[in-house]
C-alpha cells in the first residue's frame, strides 16, 4: 500500500491525462457489455413478467406453434379428469391508430372459462359483462381494457375505441375496464380483453386457436397432468409450463445474443489493447524508476504488484463508471432489441424498464477489473523482468533484441501454422476457435518487426515529403519497435476488428440482396401487414379466386410463413405452392438435384431445408425430420438443400397442400403476385386495393418495397459496426497520444539538439506530426491485411457457428479507403498537444535532460 | 567481505565484447576502496556484478561469505537489500518523492511501516546534513544535497557494503569534496566495506587502497 502511495500515485497523478485514458478503455469495454445484458435482462424479464402475469392462475400451456391448432383440440383437453379449467387464448397486436400509445395486446378469451384461470374484476362499467357471458358474447363489438389504459386514454364505459382489424379499422365499444391487478398490468397495461370467437372473425384466424391454458385439478401434479394432456393432444403440441414460453423468446433472439456476445467481446478487447498498450508504455516510460527500485531492493513480485495493483484499480473505477454509462445506453439497446423483436419477428413489447440485478454489477465489475490486470499481465510482467543497470543507463532502449526478434517470429509461424491445419483438418468448434485465436495471435508477436520493416519501407516516402523531419520520424519509428509495438498492435486489432465486422456486414448484405433479387422478385406482395413478418392478422383462402381475376395479374402464390417449434428451437416454416415457387423465383441449390427436389417437394413426399436449417442441425438430403403439428409429428425426409437468409435458426420449405393437411390451416399471410408482361403496376396495385381495401386490412407492397425492407433489416443488424469504427478511431487517438508523449519523452535530449543547431519549433513540429502519420501508417497497413485475415474466419464462423449461413467472401474497401483519412486525420489531432509541449519546451533543460 | 575470483564478464551482441577479463578481487571488511581507469576499463561492470545488479559470465562473487553465483534473482534481490547500498552518479532520486521518502523508500520495500520508516530516514538525513531539507523535491535541492539524499538512502539499513559509482562525478570539485569527506567520514563512524568508483585522481588518492583497470583486467593494486 505503502509502495503504491509513494510510486504509483505520483505517477498516476503527473499523468492524468494518461490515467483517464486507461480508465476510458475500461469504461468503453464494459459499459458495452453491461448495457447490451442490462437490456437483455429487461427485455427478457418484461417478457416473463407479461407472460407471467396474462397466465394468471395456469399451471400448463398447450400451444403449436404460430400457426396454432382446430377449436377441436380443445375438447379433448378439457374431457381429462386431471384437468379443472382449459381456457382457450388468442394473442394478437392490434393498432389502434392513438398517437403516442402503442400498439393493444389484445386477449381473446372465452369468459365462460377463463374466469377460472385469470382475475376479471371491474373498476366500471357493468359487472354483467363479467357475470354473464353471454352479454358480452351477444355485443361482438364488447372490449375490456385495463384501468391504466383507460386512464391515460381517457377512455370510459360506453366510450369507442378504433381496432386495426383484418376486415380494416372497425369500431368497438369498452363495455368494461378492469381493475388494476394480475393480468391487466401486463404489457405496461396496453391490454385488452375481447370474446375468442370475435378475435377469430376480426383478425382472420378462422376456428383456430393459439392455446389453452390449463389449470389442474386440486392435488394433480404437474408431470401428471403434462403426461395426460401430452397423450389427448399428440406429438404435435408443446405442453409446458407459462415459464417456459422464455425459452421460445431466448431461442427467437438467439442471433441477437450471438452479436450481443460478439460485440461485448470486441469491447472487452478492444479496452484490453488501450489498456495493455497504456502500460506498456507507461513501463517503458518508467524503465529508470523501475530499474531504480530494482536497484534498491524490489523484488520482481514486488514490481510486478505494482503494476497490477494500477490496473486493479483503474479496472475498478473504470468498471463503476462503465456501469453507469452502460445504464445509460441500456435503454437505447432495449428500444433496438424491441425495434429488431418487431421488424424481424412480428412481436412488440411495451416500454421496458432497465433493472439491472446485483449480480450483473457484481459480473460487470468483476469483469473490468480483471480484464484489466489481464491486459496489464504482460507489461507487469516486462516490468518485473527489467534488468537494473540497462534501465539506469542514459537514452532510450526500445529496440528489441535480435534473441526475442527471432523468438517471437518462430512462435508466430508456430501460431500461423496450428491456425492453418485447425482450420482444415477438423469440423469440431473448439480446434476452430483456437486455431483463430492462434492465427491472430500471430501478427500481434510479430508486431515489433513488422513494424520495424514496415517503417524501414516507408522512410524513403517521408524522407522524400520532408527531407530533415522525414527521416527524424522514421528513424525514431525504426529505432523505437518496442515503444510503437503496443500502439501499432492496438490499432492492428482495433482496424483489423473494423474490417471483419464491416466486412461481414458487406458480404451478407450482397449476399443476402442477392437472395432477395431471385427469391423475392414477385412484382407485388399483398400482405396483412405492412411488413412480411406480422402473422397477427392473416387472409381467408376464399379471397385467391378474387384475386386472381384481377385484371393483369398473371399468377398468385399463396404463401403461410408461420415459425413452429422444432426441438425447442423456432424455426420459419416457408408453405407455399412450391411448384409454382420452383418455375418462378427458385433457390439457389446447395445440395440434392433441383428438378427432383422440387417434383418431390411439391407433391408433399419431402421438404426442402435452408442452408443453415441442415448447416445448424447437421442435416443432408435424405436426413428424415419429424416437424410437430397439431395432427402429430409429420416425418419427411429432406429432398433438397437451398440457400435462404430468411430465417437465422433456419426455414422449412414444405407444400402448401402438405401444410393444410396436417396443421389444418388454409390462411394466408401473404400472396405473391406476378403480373402479366406490359400490365401497367400502378393500375394492377390500385385496382387490389379499390377490390379488398372496403372489407379488409390489406398492403401492397412493391419489389422495390420489400427489397428495401430486408436491406433495412440487413442493415439494422450490423449498424454496430459503425460503432465500432468509431471506437477503432478513439483507440487510434488513445494509443498515437500515448506513444507520442513517450517518443517526446525519450527523445526530448535529441529534439533540443535539433533546436540547438537550428532547427525551427515548426521543424520539431513537423517531425512529431510525420512521427504521428507514420505510426498511423504502420497500424493501418497491418490492420487492413490483419483484417482480410479475420475477415475469412468471421464468414467461417458464421458459417461453422451460428447462424449456420454461407457468405461469399467481399473485402470491404470503401471502409478501408474511409479508414486512411480519418486514422491519419486522429493521428494528427493526437499530435498537436504533445508536438506543441516539445516545441515549448525549455531548450536548456531539455539538452541537460538525464 | 568482498571476494571475486577470476572473473570474466562478455556482453553478446553484434560484436563481442569482453567488459572483465579475468578479474580477481579480495576486499577486507572495513576497507575504503577506489577503483579508478579509463572509460571502458570494466570498473563500472564490476562494481555492478560486486553489487549484484549484474551476472558474470564466468567467475566468483562472494558478499560477506555468500557466493552469488547459482542464486535466484529474489534471493540477489535480497542480498542487495540487506547488505549493498549504492550512490549513483546521476543520484537516481525518483523525482515524484520528496527526500524524506526517497530515503525510506528501501525501508517500505522491507515493509517497515510508515512511522518507523520515516523515523530511520530522518536520522539519516540528519547524519547527512539536511534535517532542514527532508520535505524538499530532489528539482528542489541542488547536486550536492541530491548526492546527500542518495547517500542516506544508500545507508538506509546501514548496509556492511557502500558502492558509489562516480558518486562526485555528477558535482563541482567542492561539491565533490564535501561528499567525498562525508563518505570518509560516515565509513569511519559505521565501520563500512566502501568501494567508489572514479574518474577523478584526487577522490582515488583520498582512498587507502586504489585499485587500477584497464581493458577488462586490474593492472595495479595500491595500499597506501
Same mark, same amino acid.
Given at each position: 500500500?505503502?509502495?503504491?502511495?509513494?510510486?504509483?500515485?505520483?505517477?498516476?497523478?503527473?499523468?492524468?491525462?494518461?490515467?483517464?485514458?486507461?480508465?476510458?478503455g475500461?469504461?468503453?469495454?464494459?459499459?458495452?457489455?453491461?448495457a447490451?445484458?442490462?437490456?437483455?435482462?429487461?427485455?427478457?424479464?418484461?417478457?416473463?413478467?407479461?407472460?407471467?402475469?396474462?397466465?394468471?392462475?395456469?399451471?400448463?400451456?398447450?400451444?403449436?406453434?404460430?400457426?396454432?391448432?382446430?377449436?377441436?383440440?380443445?375438447?379433448?383437453?378439457?374431457?381429462l379428469?386431471?384437468?379443472?379449467?382449459?381456457?382457450?387464448?388468442?394473442?394478437?397486436m392490434?393498432?389502434?391508430?392513438?398517437?403516442?400509445?402503442?400498439?393493444?395486446?389484445?386477449?381473446?378469451?372465452?369468459?365462460?372459462?377463463?374466469?377460472?384461470?385469470?382475475?376479471?374484476?371491474?373498476?366500471?362499467?357493468?359487472?354483467?359483462?363479467?357475470?354473464?357471458?353471454?352479454?358480452?358474447?351477444?355485443?361482438?363489438?364488447?372490449?375490456?381494457?385495463?384501468?391504466?389504459?383507460a386512464?391515460?386514454?381517457?377512455?370510459?364505459?360506453?366510450?369507442?375505441?378504433?381496432?386495426?382489424?383484418?376486415?380494416?379499422?372497425?369500431?368497438?365499444?369498452?363495455?368494461?375496464?378492469?381493475?388494476?391487478?394480475?393480468?391487466?398490468?401486463?404489457?405496461?397495461?396496453?391490454?385488452?380483453?375481447?370474446?375468442?370467437?370475435?378475435?377469430?372473425?376480426?383478425?382472420?384466424?378462422?376456428?383456430?386457436?393459439?392455446?389453452?391454458?390449463?389449470?389442474l385439478?386440486?392435488?394433480?401434479?404437474?408431470?401428471?397432468?403434462?403426461?395426460?394432456?401430452r397423450?389427448?393432444?399428440?406429438?404435435g403440441?408443446?405442453?409446458?409450463?407459462?415459464?417456459?414460453?422464455?425459452?421460445?423468446?431466448?431461442?427467437?433472439l438467439?442471433?441477437?445474443?450471438?452479436?450481443?456476445?460478439?460485440?461485448?467481446?470486441?469491447a472487452?478487447?478492444?479496452?484490453?489493447?488501450?489498456?495493455?498498450?497504456?502500460f506498456?508504455?507507461?513501463?517503458?516510460?518508467?524503465r529508470?524508476?523501475?530499474?531504480?527500485?530494482?536497484?534498491?531492493?524490489?523484488?520482481?513480485?514486488?514490481?510486478?504488484?505494482?503494476f497490477?495493483?494500477?490496473?486493479?484499480?483503474?479496472?475498478?473505477?473504470g468498471?463503476?463508471?462503465?456501469?453507469?454509462v452502460?445504464?445509460?445506453?441500456?435503454?437505447?439497446?432495449?428500444?433496438?432489441?424491441?425495434?429488431?423483436?418487431?421488424?424481424?419477428?412480428?412481436?412488440?413489447?411495451?416500454?421496458?424498464?432497465?433493472?439491472?440485478?446485483?449480480?450483473?454489477?457484481?459480473?460487470t465489475?468483476?469483469?473490468?477489473?480483471?480484464?484489466?490486470?489481464?491486459?496489464?499481465?504482460?507489461?507487469?510482467r516486462s516490468?518485473?523482468?527489467?534488468?537494473?543497470v540497462?534501465?539506469?543507463?542514459?537514452?532510450?532502449?526500445?529496440?528489441l533484441?535480435a534473441?526475442?526478434?527471432r523468438?517471437?517470429?518462430?512462435?508466430a509461424?508456430?501460431?500461423?501454422?496450428?491456425?492453418?491445419?485447425?482450420?482444415?483438418?477438423?469440423?469440431?468448434?473448439?480446434?476452430?476457435?483456437?486455431?483463430?485465436?492462434?492465427?491472430?495471435?500471430?501478427?500481434?508477436?510479430?508486431?515489433?518487426?513488422?513494424?520495424?520493416?514496415?517503417?524501414?519501407?516507408?522512410?524513403?516516402? =517521408?524522407?522524400?515529403?520532408?527531407?530533415?523531419?522525414?527521416? =527524424?520520424?522514421?528513424?525514431?519509428?525504426?529505432?523505437?519497435?518496442?515503444?510503437?509495438?503496443?500502439?501499432?498492435?492496438?490499432?492492428?486489432?482495433?482496424?483489423?476488428?473494423?474490417?471483419?465486422?464491416?466486412?461481414?456486414?458487406?458480404?451478407?448484405y450482397?449476399?443476402?440482396?442477392?437472395?432477395?433479387?431471385s427469391?423475392l422478385?414477385?412484382?407485388?406482395?399483398?400482405?396483412?401487414?405492412?411488413?412480411?413478418?406480422?402473422?397477427?392478422?392473416?387472409?381467408?383462402?376464399?379471397?385467391?379466386?378474387?384475386?386472381?381475376?384481377?385484371?393483369?395479374?398473371?399468377q398468385?402464390?399463396?404463401?403461410?410463413?408461420?415459425r413452429?417449434?422444432?426441438h425447442?428451437?423456432v424455426?420459419?416454416?416457408?408453405?407455399?405452392?412450391?411448384?409454382?415457387?420452383?418455375?418462378?423465383?427458385?433457390?439457389?441449390?446447395?445440395?440434392?438435384?433441383?428438378?427432383?427436389?422440387?417434383?418431390?417437394?411439391?407433391?408433399?413426399?419431402?421438404?426442402?431445408?435452408?442452408?443453415?436449417?441442415?448447416t445448424?442441425?447437421?442435416?443432408?438430403?435424405?436426413?428424415?425430420?419429424?416437424?410437430?403439428?397439431?395432427?402429430?409429428?409429420?416425418?419427411?425426409?429432406?429432398?433438397?438443400?437451398?440457400?435462404?437468409?430468411?430465417?437465422?435458426?433456419?426455414?422449412?420449405?414444405?407444400?402448401?397442400?402438405?401444410?393444410?393437411?396436417?396443421?389444418?390451416?388454409?390462411?394466408?399471410?401473404?400472396?405473391?403476385?406476378?403480373?402479366?408482361?406490359?400490365?401497367?403496376?400502378?393500375?394492377?396495385?390500385?385496382?387490389?386495393?379499390?377490390?379488398?381495401?372496403?372489407?379488409r386490412?390489406?398492403?401492397v407492397?412493391?419489389?422495390?418495397?420489400?427489397?428495401?425492407?430486408?436491406?433495412?433489416?440487413?442493415?439494422?443488424?450490423?449498424?454496430?459496426?459503425?460503432?465500432?469504427?468509431?471506437?477503432?478511431?478513439?483507440?487510434?487517438? =488513445?494509443g498515437?497520444?500515448?506513444?507520442?508523449?513517450?517518443?517526446?519523452?525519450?527523445?526530448?535530449?535529441?529534439?533540443?539538439?535539433?533546436?540547438?543547431?537550428?532547427?525551427?519549433?515548426?521543424?520539431?513540429?513537423?517531425?512529431?506530426?510525420?512521427?504521428?502519420?507514420?505510426?498511423?501508417?504502420?497500424?493501418?497497413?497491418?490492420?487492413?491485411?490483419?483484417?482480410?485475415?479475420?475477415?475469412?474466419?468471421?464468414?467461417e464462423?458464421?458459417?461453422?457457428?451460428?447462424?449456420?449461413m454461407?457468405?461469399?467472401?467481399?473485402?470491404?474497401?470503401?471502409?478501408?479507403?474511409?479508414?486512411?483519412?480519418?486514422?491519419?486525420?486522429a493521428?494528427?489531432?493526437?499530435?498537436?498537444?504533445?508536438?506543441?509541449a516539445?516545441?515549448r519546451?525549455?531548450?536548456?533543460?531539455?539538452?541537460?535532460?538525464? | 567481505?568482498?571476494?571475486?575470483?577470476?572473473?570474466?564478464?562478455?556482453f553478446?551482441?553484434a560484436?563481442?565484447?569482453?567488459?572483465?577479463?579475468?578479474?580477481t578481487?579480495?576486499?577486507?571488511?572495513?576497507?575504503?576502496?577506489?577503483?579508478?581507469?579509463?572509460?571502458?576499463?570494466?570498473?563500472?561492470?564490476?562494481?555492478?556484478?560486486?553489487?549484484?545488479?549484474?551476472?558474470?559470465?564466468?567467475?566468483?562473487?562472494?558478499?560477506?561469505?555468500?557466493r552469488?553465483?547459482?542464486?535466484?534473482?529474489?534471493?540477489?534481490?535480497?542480498?542487495r537489500?540487506?547488505k549493498?547500498?549504492?550512490?549513483?552518479?546521476?543520484?537516481?532520486?525518483l523525482?515524484?518523492?520528496?527526500?524524506?521518502?526517497?530515503?525510506?523508500?528501501?525501508?517500505?520495500?522491507?515493509?517497515?511501516?510508515k512511522?518507523?520508516?520515516?523515523?530511520?530516514?530522518?536520522?539519516?538525513?540528519?547524519?547527512?546534513?539536511?534535517?532542514?531539507?527532508?520535505?524538499?523535491?530532489?528539482?528542489?535541492?541542488?547536486?550536492?544535497?541530491r548526492?546527500?539524499?542518495?547517500?542516506?538512502?544508500?545507508?538506509?539499513?546501514?548496509?556492511?557494503?557502500?558502492?558509489?559509482?562516480e558518486?562526485?562525478?555528477?558535482?563541482?570539485t567542492?561539491?565533490g569534496?564535501?561528499?567525498?569527506a562525508?563518505?570518509?567520514?560516515?565509513?569511519?563512524?559505521?565501520?563500512?566495506?566502501?568501494?567508489?568508483?572514479?574518474?577523478?585522481?584526487?577522490?582515488?588518492?583520498?582512498?587507502?587502497?586504489?585499485?587500477r583497470?584497464?581493458?577488462?583486467r586490474?593492472?595495479e593494486?595500491?595500499?597506501?
Amino acid at each position: 500500500m505503502m509502495l503504491f502511495r509513494l510510486i504509483s500515485w505520483p505517477y498516476l497523478r503527473k499523468h492524468a491525462v494518461r490515467s483517464l485514458l486507461t480508465v476510458g478503455g475500461i469504461v468503453i469495454g464494459v459499459s458495452v457489455f453491461f448495457a447490451m445484458h442490462a437490456a437483455n435482462q429487461s427485455v427478457f424479464g418484461a417478457f416473463q413478467e407479461t407472460v407471467r402475469r396474462i397466465a394468471g392462475a395456469t399451471d400448463l400451456q398447450v400451444s403449436a406453434g404460430e400457426p396454432g391448432f382446430p377449436e377441436e383440440v380443445l375438447e379433448r383437453v378439457q374431457e381429462l379428469t386431471d384437468v379443472a379449467v382449459a381456457a382457450p387464448v388468442i394473442e394478437a397486436m392490434a393498432g389502434t391508430g392513438r398517437a403516442g400509445q402503442g400498439n393493444l395486446l389484445i386477449l381473446g378469451v372465452d369468459l365462460t372459462g377463463d374466469r377460472g384461470v385469470r382475475d376479471y374484476s371491474m373498476a366500471s362499467g357493468d359487472q354483467a359483462v363479467i357475470d354473464d357471458p353471454l352479454v358480452f358474447l351477444a355485443q361482438p363489438d364488447s372490449i375490456m381494457v385495463t384501468a391504466e389504459y383507460a386512464r391515460r386514454t381517457h377512455l370510459g364505459p360506453n366510450d369507442r375505441i378504433q381496432l386495426e382489424t383484418a376486415e380494416g379499422s372497425r369500431e368497438f365499444v369498452v363495455r368494461g375496464v378492469l381493475q388494476s391487478a394480475g393480468f391487466t398490468r401486463a404489457f405496461g397495461g396496453n391490454l385488452a380483453v375481447m370474446d375468442i370467437y370475435a378475435v377469430q372473425q376480426v383478425f382472420g384466424r378462422g376456428r383456430r386457436f393459439d392455446r389453452i391454458d390449463v389449470a389442474l385439478a386440486r392435488n394433480v401434479p404437474l408431470a401428471r397432468g403434462q403426461a395426460a394432456i401430452r397423450a389427448a393432444v399428440g406429438p404435435g403440441f408443446q405442453v409446458q409450463p407459462p415459464a417456459s414460453r422464455g425459452q421460445s423468446f431466448q431461442s427467437i433472439l438467439r442471433i441477437y445474443y450471438f452479436i450481443l456476445n460478439f460485440s461485448s467481446a470486441f469491447a472487452l478487447v478492444v479496452g484490453m489493447f488501450i489498456i495493455y498498450s497504456s502500460f506498456s508504455i507507461a513501463v517503458t516510460q518508467r524503465r529508470k524508476e523501475i530499474g531504480i527500485l530494482r536497484a534498491l531492493g524490489a523484488t520482481r513480485r514486488q514490481i510486478a504488484l505494482l503494476f497490477l495493483g494500477e490496473s486493479a484499480l483503474a479496472g475498478l473505477i473504470g468498471s463503476i463508471a462503465g456501469v453507469f454509462v452502460g445504464f445509460a445506453a441500456a435503454g437505447v439497446m432495449a428500444g433496438a432489441i424491441g425495434s429488431i423483436l418487431h421488424g424481424v419477428y412480428g412481436f412488440s413489447q411495451g416500454d421496458v424498464a432497465i433493472v439491472p440485478g446485483t449480480p450483473l454489477v457484481a459480473l460487470t465489475i468483476a469483469i473490468g477489473v480483471l480484464t484489466s490486470m489481464a491486459a496489464a499481465g504482460v507489461p507487469a510482467r516486462s516490468a518485473a523482468r527489467i534488468d537494473p543497470v540497462l534501465a539506469m543507463q542514459k537514452g532510450p532502449s526500445a529496440m528489441l533484441s535480435a534473441g526475442e526478434s527471432r523468438g517471437r517470429m518462430i512462435l508466430a509461424v508456430v501460431l500461423a501454422g496450428f491456425g492453418v491445419i485447425a482450420l482444415g483438418a477438423t469440423r469440431s468448434l473448439g480446434w476452430f476457435y483456437a486455431g483463430y485465436l492462434c492465427v491472430m495471435l500471430a501478427p500481434v508477436l510479430l508486431t515489433p518487426v513488422l513494424a520495424q520493416r514496415l517503417s524501414r519501407i516507408l522512410r524513403p516516402v =517521408l524522407r522524400w515529403l520532408r527531407p530533415v523531419e522525414g527521416a =527524424l520520424a522514421a528513424d525514431s519509428l525504426i529505432g523505437s519497435s518496442r515503444r510503437t509495438a503496443a500502439t501499432v498492435g492496438a490499432l492492428m486489432l482495433s482496424v483489423a476488428l473494423v474490417i471483419g465486422l464491416a466486412g461481414t456486414a458487406r458480404s451478407s448484405y450482397k449476399n443476402i440482396m442477392d437472395w432477395a433479387n431471385s427469391a423475392l422478385n414477385p412484382e407485388f406482395f399483398v400482405t396483412t401487414s405492412p411488413t412480411l413478418t406480422d402473422h397477427n392478422y392473416r387472409f381467408a383462402d376464399a379471397m385467391t379466386p378474387r384475386l386472381e381475376a384481377v385484371d393483369g395479374i398473371d399468377q398468385v402464390i399463396r404463401m403461410r410463413t408461420p415459425r413452429i417449434d422444432f426441438h425447442g428451437e423456432v424455426v420459419l416454416l416457408m408453405t407455399g405452392e412450391l411448384e409454382k415457387l420452383a418455375a418462378r423465383s427458385p433457390f439457389k441449390s446447395i445440395s440434392g438435384n433441383p428438378a427432383e427436389m422440387y417434383r418431390l417437394a411439391a407433391s408433399g413426399q419431402g421438404v426442402l431445408a435452408s442452408e443453415n436449417f441442415a448447416t445448424l442441425r447437421r442435416l443432408a438430403v435424405g436426413s428424415v425430420i419429424d416437424l410437430p403439428s397439431p395432427s402429430g409429428a409429420v416425418r419427411v425426409p429432406v429432398v433438397g438443400i437451398v440457400r435462404d437468409y430468411a430465417d437465422q435458426q433456419g426455414a422449412v420449405f414444405l407444400d402448401r397442400s402438405l401444410y393444410r393437411q396436417r396443421w389444418h390451416d388454409d390462411s394466408i399471410d401473404h400472396f405473391r403476385v406476378f403480373l402479366k408482361p406490359g400490365a401497367d403496376p400502378e393500375k394492377v396495385r390500385a385496382t387490389i386495393l379499390q377490390t379488398f381495401s372496403a372489407d379488409r386490412r390489406l398492403f401492397v407492397l412493391s419489389n422495390a418495397e420489400v427489397r428495401q425492407y430486408v436491406a433495412g433489416l440487413t442493415n439494422q443488424w450490423f449498424a454496430i459496426t459503425w460503432v465500432q469504427i468509431s471506437i477503432a478511431i478513439l483507440v487510434a487517438i =488513445l494509443g498515437i497520444i500515448n506513444s507520442l508523449t513517450v517518443t517526446i519523452a525519450d527523445r526530448r535530449r535529441e529534439l533540443g539538439i535539433l533546436r540547438a543547431v537550428g532547427g525551427r519549433r515548426g521543424q520539431v513540429r513537423g517531425t512529431l506530426w510525420m512521427e504521428a502519420v507514420g505510426l498511423a501508417m504502420v497500424g493501418l497497413i497491418l490492420g487492413l491485411a490483419v483484417g482480410a485475415v479475420h475477415l475469412y474466419y468471421v464468414l467461417e464462423l458464421t458459417f461453422r457457428d451460428f447462424p449456420g449461413m454461407r457468405f461469399d467472401y467481399v473485402y470491404p474497401y470503401g471502409v478501408a479507403l474511409l479508414l486512411i483519412p480519418i486514422i491519419c486525420a486522429a493521428a494528427l489531432i493526437s499530435a498537436i498537444g504533445p508536438a506543441e509541449a516539445a516545441c515549448r519546451g525549455s531548450l536548456v533543460e531539455a539538452l541537460e535532460y538525464e | 567481505m568482498i571476494l571475486l575470483d577470476n572473473i570474466v564478464k562478455r556482453f553478446e551482441g553484434a560484436r563481442q565484447v569482453t567488459a572483465l577479463d579475468g578479474v580477481t578481487l579480495e576486499i577486507q571488511k572495513g576497507e575504503l576502496v577506489s577503483i579508478v581507469g579509463p572509460s571502458g576499463s570494466g570498473k563500472s561492470t564490476l562494481l555492478n556484478i560486486v553489487g549484484g545488479l549484474d551476472r558474470p559470465t564466468s567467475g566468483t562473487v562472494a558478499i560477506d561469505g555468500q557466493r552469488l553465483a547459482g542464486i535466484g534473482d529474489d534471493q540477489l534481490t535480497l542480498i542487495r537489500r540487506d547488505k549493498i547500498g549504492f550512490i549513483f552518479q546521476f543520484f537516481n532520486l525518483l523525482p515524484t518523492l520528496t527526500a524524506l521518502e526517497n530515503v525510506s523508500l528501501p525501508l517500505h520495500l522491507r515493509g517497515w511501516s510508515k512511522s518507523k520508516a520515516q523515523a530511520r530516514a530522518r536520522e539519516l538525513l540528519g547524519l547527512v546534513g539536511l534535517a532542514h531539507r527532508i520535505e524538499h523535491l530532489p528539482e528542489e535541492l541542488s547536486g550536492g544535497e541530491r548526492q546527500r539524499v542518495a547517500i542516506a538512502r544508500a545507508l538506509s539499513v546501514y548496509p556492511p557494503v557502500l558502492l558509489g559509482d562516480e558518486p562526485t562525478g555528477n558535482l563541482d570539485t567542492s561539491t565533490g569534496r564535501e561528499i567525498l569527506a562525508l563518505v570518509s567520514d560516515l565509513h569511519a563512524r559505521l565501520g563500512s566495506t566502501v568501494v567508489i568508483v572514479t574518474h577523478d585522481p584526487g577522490v582515488a588518492a583520498s582512498c587507502p587502497r586504489t585499485v587500477r583497470m584497464q581493458d577488462g583486467r586490474i593492472v595495479e593494486d595500491v595500499r597506501r
